[in-house]
């Protein structure tokens, strides 16, 4: 039997109400980032906020998730599409990085077609390093409608 994928799942502070259904379903369907999984059994070891900005939750909750067995950090689909989009990103994946050890992929869920017709009309990702952050969540026309 292969490997199971432990994840644990950052999202922004501002949805802190969320249920996560777009990351449980591209999570069961393996679409968006989690697409990098097909073929694989993946196991969901943590969810949590970010706690908002500066994102003090990052400092010690991937401890958390590793405890439970995590093998890599998602930041959810919602720090690229909110507006404006975190700009810890990066800070925030090198520290879960450094810190704790664990890989991190920025996305879980594709991105919904309302916000990728706003963030093109607004330039938002045209940049080489949003291109990058962005990858593993464009995917095509009629996925990113399915998460509208």
Known sequence: MSEIVRVGVFI?????????????????????AFSLYKGKEVELVGFTTCDGCPGGNVEY???EMKKNGATV??????????YPPCHRIDAFRKYIQEAYGLPVVVGTHPIPEKY???????GTWDSPQWQERIAHIACDPEIRLAYN
């Open 12 to 32: 922004c502070n501002r949805y802190h109400t969320c249920a996560g259904g777009k990351c449980l379903k591209a999570l069961r369907n393996r679409e968006g």
């Open 73 to 82: 950090i998602h930041l959810a689909t919602g720090m690229t599409v909110g």
């Open 61 to 63: 909750a991937p401890a």
């Open 116 to 122: 990728w017709t706003i963030h093109t009309a607004l």
